[in-house]
């Protein structure tokens, strides 16, 4: 069963990193979601662990077989990784019906006999599998449709049903679910979990949609200038981000973030001050000495308005969304978020009291961004605070000269391709379709036919 590891894996172009030095595991029957912002490397690694990209170095281990190796040479192709793919730009054979385009790709299947010996799927297999997909992506009632004839998120759902029926060891997905709307895309999101689970297959899935990636994923992959920033579950994301460009990243309405400084430290406990607060910090981590500036991170719900507040400000705005309402607070003209669960809403410009509280507040040290603990603060003092400047204090979330491409640019040349030309271009061993798991992203060919659909598709 495919474990896939990655050593010290780079794609550079010219100087430009795409992803640089990527030492990552991904376990057997792992759903790991590759997230970050546009650009950030996450549809490079997809592609390099697929085949379609080639390494400038590093190792890849698919399983036990190694499928690249920049210092052997091995660069197996995307076929002999035993590999499916679903890409947003997904294409389908417009002058095939639904069913041939599930059933195109079965016809390469190939499974384990009475006698031991691999055997193609018999005509009740194949119908079977048609059907198992059809009605997880309820495209039953178009199943003798042609392309032409859906609707974008209905050809999406063709595609990801043509990708499934395959049963793929290891299955990549970029995007898949981009053409749905909202409400499919929610369903889709629990029926890819289910599946998952019954399917036994590792799933790399891309994404740069923070809540699909944290609802889906076993763990996350959180990418930034074509470097992790942190590989674990997602709900360890969420609690102890490992440093300030994760904690801003994961979370909606987003962590506060407020500039302090650590006046005493011992062990993992620290005593600091913020907004004119004095504060014991209790973390779970020992805290290095010699810290000074720091960021004490607060997500929303760890600021409760209750009338018994500590802590007074003013309702600055308010955003009532039914289940819950985001409260933006301004504290001695800071403005800081909070939110309330029910259906409460606040007058803009009246009295909010509030509380820091609960066990996860995270401090991090503003020199490496990186974090110096989790835990409880408890209020020791409530001074006088007035704001040194007119502006916020402006907090940069990337260490100083840790983005490899810091000044470097986009890359001159070279233009961004999906799909297998990029492959074939780069002399991929072999670059033949990989139609043995689905025809897919042979971009072009389709794409040529779908802007002139044959009057009269022809039956395969
Ligand atoms: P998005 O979410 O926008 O698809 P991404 O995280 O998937 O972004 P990649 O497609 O992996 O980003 O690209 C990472 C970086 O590498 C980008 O800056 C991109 O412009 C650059 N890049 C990608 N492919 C090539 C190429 N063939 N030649 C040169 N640069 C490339």
């Known amino acids: 069963m495919p474990k896939i590891v990655l050593e010290h894996v780079t794609k550079r172009w010219g100087n430009f990193y795409g992803a640089k030095d990527l030492n990552i595991v991904l376990e057997d029957r792992e759903f790991v979601t590759l997230l970050g912002p546009s650009g ?12 379609l990209e080639t390494p400038t170095e590093g190792k890849i281990t698919i399983g036990d077989t190694v499928v690249f190796d920049s210092e052997t040479g091995i660069n197996l192709s995307p076929a002999k990784r035993d590999v499916g793919f679903l890409f947003q730009n997904y294409a389908l054979w417009p002058h095939m019906t639904v069913y041939k385009n599930i059933t195109f790709g079965l016809e390469n299947v190939r ?10 799927l ?14 997880m992506l309820k495209i039953q009632q178009f199943r003798d449709r042609y392309p032409s004839e859906l609707s974008g998120g209905q050809q999406q759902r063709v ?33 890819l979990k289910r599946m998952h689970r019954d399917m036994n297959s590792t799933f790399v899935y891309v994404t740069h949609d923070q809540l699909e990636a944290m609802t889906l ?12 920033q942190q590989f674990d579950p997602p709900l360890t994301v969420y609690n102890k981000p490992a440093n300030l460009f994760v904690a801003d990243f994961i979370g909606n309405p987003t962590m506060n973030f407020i500039p302090g400084v650590i006046e005493e430290v011992k062990g993992s406990e620290a005593t600091v001050s913020f907004f004119g607060i004095k504060a014991k910090f209790k973390g779970d981590q020992e805290i290095p000495e010699g810290i000074k500036d720091i960021i004490v991170g607060v997500r929303p719900e760890f600021l409760p308005i209750h009338e018994k507040g500590k802590l007074k400000g003013l309702a600055y705005g308010t955003l009532p969304a039914g289940m819950e309402t985001t409260v933006k607070i301004n504290f001695n003209d800071e403005i800081l978020s909070s939110v309330v669960f029910g259906s409460i809403d606040y007058a803009i410009d009246s009295e909010i009291r509030f509380d820091i509280v609960g066990d996860g507040i995270l401090l991090y040290d503003y020199a490496s961004k990186n974090v110096l603990g989790r835990g409880t603060l408890e209020i020791l003092e409530i001074g006088e605070y007035h704001r040194g400047s007119e502006e916020p204090f402006k907090i940069e979330l990337v260490a100083p000269g840790t983005n490899p491409n810091e000044g470097v640019g986009e890359p001159g040349k070279g233009k961004k391709k999906k799909g297998l030309k990029k492959a074939k271009k780069e002399k991929v061993e072999e670059p033949a379709p990989v139609a043995e798991k689905a025809p897919v992203e042979e971009e072009e060919a389709p794409a040529e036919e779908v802007e002139e659909p044959s009057e009269e598709p022809k039956e395969e």
Do not use: Q, W, Y
């Not at 499974?111 to 193609?120: S, T």
């Not at 018999?122 to 009605?135: F, G, H, I, L, P």
């Not at 994923?217 to 992790?228: D, H, W």
């Open 217 to 228: 994923a076993t763990n996350i992959c959180l990418m930034n200038n074509g470097l992790v």
């Open 122 to 135: 018999t005509k009740a297999e194949t119908e079977e599998r048609v059907n198992e997909v059809c009605d």
């Open 111 to 120: 499974v384990p006999g009475e006698d031991g010996k691999m055997r193609r």
């Open 159 to 191: 595609a990801i049903a043509r990708t499934l029926a395959t049963h793929p060891k290891v299955l990549f997905m970029d995007e898949p679910l981009s053409n749905l709307d909202a409400k499919l895309r929610a369903e889709m999101r629990t029926e």
């Open 40 to 51: 950030c490397g996450k549809t490079t690694t997809l592609r390099m662990i697929a085949g």
